[in-house]
């Protein structure tokens, strides 16, 4: 259409082999420009480039004497595209500009001369803003795979941090049990059978919980966790001390407490002496305030526990899990020889008042 534009005016052979020369030209460096990479490639071949547009762009003008359509609207587009961000704005404005005081050298009635200046400026937004719109398909894709990639890293953190909630607790306690099942098992057959009993259930109910981790439904009660908890440390004879005093609970809290009781049931097991074991709550704060477990043991040895090793991060793991609901997790060894680990975390309790709660009134038999 360009092209056409000129041969309008009946330019002389030589003027038309100008243009003719010098819109492949163009067209070459302006898909060249156009490309997602040309702006990383080095300053000097982008300068190089956009002299060369400027040079086919500006040339044909002497050469016809008469400002050609919207030439220079693609050098504007190219200026935008491959110039660093301020400058490339004042070279923009420049090339706009350059149009408005040829069209006055070459004496342009002063309509032609607005017309041509404001399709310079439009013709080069147009191809800056097509140009940018490719790149940035290419980058919306690209981060749709990095997301992607980003899901399923997470699915595989929270699948391996719910196995080493699950599994490191029950491994414990079966580990215990079949301990003393087979101290039992020729004094006290009785008892030990007792025992294996309780080791099938919990292979079982440990079954039931890989199953819900698989497919991403697990939820946790306090209540419950606190019962299998109070089982456990009875087996290893640490006596267990539980006084909830918190009113409900939502789902996400009751699961993290659930989570941290394990948790810190597994530490007493794993890393202590303890002869007693203490697990309390109480409500901090107004109605809708927030809710502070503490589980506390003696025998505790000097460092404080880690869960350690593939798929297991210990503390660290219940920190992530209470920050993602604003609660926090302090951990000590205090000079009592004993082991605190204490949690808060917002209840988000209903309007009613709060009343002293134990799991016997959720339909647990923990004392």
Same mark, same amino acid.
């Given at each position: 259409?360009?092209?056409?534009?000129?041969?309008?005016?009946?330019?002389?052979?030589?003027?038309?082999? +100008?243009?003719?020369?010098?819109?492949?030209?163009?067209?070459?460096?302006?898909? +060249?420009?156009?490309?997602?990479?040309?702006? &990383?490639?080095?300053?000097?071949?982008?300068?190089?480039?956009?002299?060369?547009?400027?040079?086919?762009?500006?040339?044909?003008? #002497?050469?016809?004497?008469?400002? +050609?359509?919207?030439?220079?609207?693609?050098?504007?587009?190219?200026? #935008?595209?491959?110039?660093?961000?301020?400058?490339?704005?004042? #070279?923009?404005?420049?090339?706009?500009?350059? *149009?408005?005081?040829?069209?006055?050298?070459?004496?342009?009635?002063?309509?032609?001369?607005?017309?041509?200046?404001?399709?310079?400026?439009?013709?080069?937004?147009?191809?800056?803003?097509?140009?940018?719109?490719?790149?940035?398909?290419?980058?919306? *894709?690209?981060?749709?795979?990095?997301?992607?990639? #980003?899901?399923?890293?997470?699915?595989?953190?929270?699948?391996?941090?719910?196995?080493?909630?699950?599994?490191?607790?029950?491994?414990?306690?079966?580990?215990?049990?079949?301990?003393?099942?087979?101290?039992?098992?020729?004094?006290?057959?009785?008892?030990?059978?007792?025992?294996?009993?309780?080791?099938?259930?919990?292979?079982?109910?440990?079954?039931?919980?890989?199953?819900?981790?698989?497919?991403?439904?697990?939820?946790?009660?306090?209540?419950?966790?606190?019962?299998?908890?109070?089982?456990?440390?009875?087996?290893?004879?640490?006596?267990?001390?539980?006084?909830?005093?918190?009113?409900?609970?939502?789902?996400?809290?009751?699961?993290?407490?659930?989570?941290?009781?394990?948790?810190?049931?597994?530490?007493?097991?794993?890393?202590?002496?303890?002869?007693? =074991?203490?697990?309390?709550?109480?409500?901090?704060?107004?109605?809708?305030?927030?809710?502070?477990?503490?589980?506390?043991?003696?025998?505790?040895?000097?460092?404080?526990?880690?869960?350690?090793?593939?798929?297991?991060?210990?503390?660290?793991?219940?920190? &992530?899990?209470?920050?993602?609901?604003?609660?926090?997790?302090?951990? =000590?060894?205090?000079?009592?020889?004993?082991?605190?680990?204490?949690?808060?975390?917002?209840?988000?309790?209903?309007?009613?008042?709060?009343?002293? +709660?134990?799991?016997?009134?959720?339909?647990?038999?923990?004392?």
């Amino acid at each position: 259409m360009i092209f056409l534009d000129v041969l309008s005016e009946h330019p002389s052979p030589h003027a038309a082999l +100008w243009c003719g020369v010098a819109l492949p030209v163009t067209a070459v460096l302006q898909v +060249w420009h156009s490309s997602p990479t040309a702006a &990383d490639r080095p300053a000097v071949h982008r300068a190089a480039s956009l002299a060369l547009q400027a040079i086919v762009t500006y040339l044909p003008l #002497l050469a016809v004497k008469r400002e +050609w359509g919207g030439m220079a609207g693609f050098l504007a587009g190219s200026v #935008l595209l491959l110039v660093p961000r301020v400058l490339s704005w004042v #070279l923009y404005t420049g090339v706009v500009l350059s *149009i408005v005081v040829s069209g006055a050298a070459l004496g342009a009635d002063m309509l032609d001369i607005v017309y041509l200046s404001i399709s310079t400026a439009v013709i080069g937004l147009i191809v800056y803003g097509l140009s940018r719109l490719s790149g940035l398909v290419a980058e919306l *894709i690209a981060a749709r795979e990095d997301l992607a990639q #980003l899901a399923v890293v997470r699915e595989r953190m929270r699948f391996a941090s719910d196995m080493h909630d699950l599994l490191g607790f029950k491994l414990s306690t079966i580990t215990l049990k079949a301990e003393l099942a087979n101290r039992l098992v020729d004094s006290r057959p009785d008892d030990a059978h007792t025992e294996i009993s309780e080791i099938l259930d919990i292979c079982r109910q440990a079954l039931a919980d890989v199953r819900q981790v698989a497919h991403g439904h697990r939820r946790l009660s306090l209540a419950v966790e606190a019962q299998q908890v109070r089982t456990a440390l009875s087996a290893a004879r640490i006596r267990t001390d539980i006084d909830f005093r918190h009113g409900p609970l939502s789902a996400e809290a009751d699961t993290v407490l659930a989570i941290v009781v394990r948790e810190a049931a597994t530490n007493v097991l794993r890393h202590s002496k303890a002869t007693r =074991c203490r697990i309390t709550t109480e409500v901090i704060g107004n109605v809708k305030g927030r809710v502070r477990l503490s589980v506390r043991n003696d025998g505790a040895v000097a460092r404080l526990p880690q869960s350690r090793g593939i798929g297991g991060t210990g503390l660290a793991s219940l920190t &992530d899990r209470l920050s993602a609901l604003h609660g926090t997790l302090t951990a =000590c060894v205090t000079g009592g020889n004993e082991f605190e680990l204490v949690v808060e975390v917002p209840s988000r309790a209903t309007q009613r008042a709060v009343r002293p +709660w134990t799991p016997a009134s959720q339909g647990s038999t923990v004392a």
